[in-house]
């Protein structure tokens, strides 16, 4: 009798340890969906199915019945009304209801522990096609030139991580956080530029999906995509900015997948996918086409890196003092060239403090929209403002002045001036100036 007691004991015991207690709830809108964390004690033995009439989710938890007060959740979900308790049809159980505004087909999931977090279950609701498309990632269309004829270059700034995912940690940081701040001061410098026009992927705390971040940039007809983040390492010695590109073996293997990515291929940037779809699915030529495109992002992409670590030297310590490869996400397009700039190591106290600062992020910012702009500068696509300003040189020989050399070539002082971002009228015997289309 004591030995079917203590087995009773340690079997309820095995329960309760095993069984997920609800701990917190976190609710993270995004433009085109929402994501609903639940932090748990233990990982999660769930099931969920769907009600209408109206819509909502219900989700069954194995577990004791949670006191978890919901309405302290703060919920701006333009899809999640609210979240409330049930009663289940099993013992053991607790129910939680997410009433919506419209149905939605969820995508529910759990997640190990990895801090700041512990036990997660997630439930990614998307929000209706409609608002997807309105809000979250324009449609494409070919841009409209400027009274000039000609159309800016468009860049597109990615801040890793948001949302839920947090990214690197520091003592006081999160990566989310310095990577959003930098982005933001990236896109606001490249606006004020005469010529380019920046598109955030992400412009709040939210997390976006890593393979919607190059559709996101491909449907904004971006020239270029640049990720901002912030190093981490289990060792707090490590600091210093780092440039990455694309990998040759990831590159190889996206392209393979692109081969298989029949309906999507028309969507390809540069051209390529133009001729892919007249092409009736010939996969030699389309292979050709696309290692062409993969070779074109690359080489950009790795020329972009080369001047933004030229620019990062001048305010911040180098961790690689050359562009560094890898197999990331966020690099692959084969029609977008790609870079990912690490601002600094997070996990080292003095990066940390300074990555923290409003002036050492405006620095990095700073180098960032420089190296970009001196490459396209030296290398403008076809069409663009900076093409039209890159048409013609001139090499100052003696007696020359700015007015001379400006009535020499049909254009005013000011264009000169703006076309070499001169702040006076003085010249130098040997400098090269740029000279604009008149």
């Known amino acids: ?19 997920s207690e609800l701990k917190g709830v976190r609710i993270w809108p995004s433009p085109d969906s929402t994501r609903v964390v639940l932090d748990l004690s233990h990982a999660p033995k769930h099931d969920y199915f769907l ?3 109206p819509d909502r989710i219900v989700v069954d938890i194995q577990g004791p019945a949670t006191k978890f007060d919901f309405s302290k959740i703060k919920n701006t979900s333009p899809l999640l009304k609210k979240i409330r308790t049930s009663s289940p049809q099993t013992k053991g159980t607790y129910r939680l209801v997410f009433d919506l505004q419209q149905a939605t ?26 608002k997807t498309e309105s809000v979250a990632t324009p449609p ?3 841009q409209a030139p400027n009274e000039q004829g000609q159309r800016d270059i468009i860049i597109a700034v990615d801040a890793g991580h948001g949302g839920d995912d947090p990214g690197a940690l520091g003592k006081r940081t999160y990566e989310k956080n310095v990577t959003l701040a930098i982005a933001k001061q990236v896109a606001d410098l490249i606006n ?26 491909r449907k904004s007809q971006a020239d270029l995509l640049i990720s901002i983040h912030a190093d981490g390492f289990h060792n707090p010695k490590p600091r210093g900015a780092s440039v990455w590109v694309l990998s040759t073996r990831r ?15 028309s969507e390809l940037l540069g051209g390529a996918g133009e001729v892919i779809k007249q092409t009736d699915q010939d996969l030699f030529l389309t292979r050709t086409l696309l290692d062409m495109s993969m070779d074109h992002s690359m080489n950009t992409g790795y020329g972009v890196s080369v001047e933004v670590l030229k620019e990062l030297g001048k305010v911040t310590t180098l961790h690689k003092k050359r562009p560094e490869h890898a197999s ?33 992020q405006q620095k990095i910012a700073n ?31 003696r007696g020359e002045s700015l007015s001379v050399i400006a009535k020499r070539y049909g254009v005013s002082v000011a264009q000169l001036k703006q076309a070499n971002n001169l702040k006076t009228d003085q010249v130098r015997i040997d400098q090269e100036l740029k000279i604009p289309s008149s």
């Open 1 to 19: 009798m004591n030995k079917l007691l203590t087995l009773l004991c340690l079997l309820i015991f095995s329960f309760n340890a095993l069984a």
């Open 51 to 53: 009600l209408t009439e």
């Open 105 to 130: 087909k969820p995508v529910v999931f759990s997640l190990t522990p990895t801090k700041p977090y512990g036990h997660r279950l997630v439930l990614d609701l998307p929000h209706s096609k409609a």
């Open 140 to 142: 494409k269309q070919v």
């Open 192 to 217: 004020r530029q005469k010529g380019m026009k920046a598109v955030l992927i992400r412009t709040g705390d939210y997390f976006v999906n890593l393979n919607k971040r190059s559709d996101i940039a």
């Open 251 to 265: 590159a190889n293997s996206e392209i393979g997948r692109w081969i298989e990515k029949h309906e999507e291929q």
């Open 328 to 360: 990331l996400a966020v690099l692959k397009s084969p029609d977008i060239p790609s870079l990912l700039v690490e601002a600094g190591f997070i996990t080292n106290v003095q990066e940390e403090n300074l990555l923290r600062t409003s002036n050492h």
């Open 367 to 397: 180098a960032v929209f420089v190296g970009v702009k001196r490459h396209f500068e030296n290398n403008p696509p076809v069409g663009t403002y900076f093409a039209s300003i890159a048409a013609k040189s001139h090499v100052v020989q």
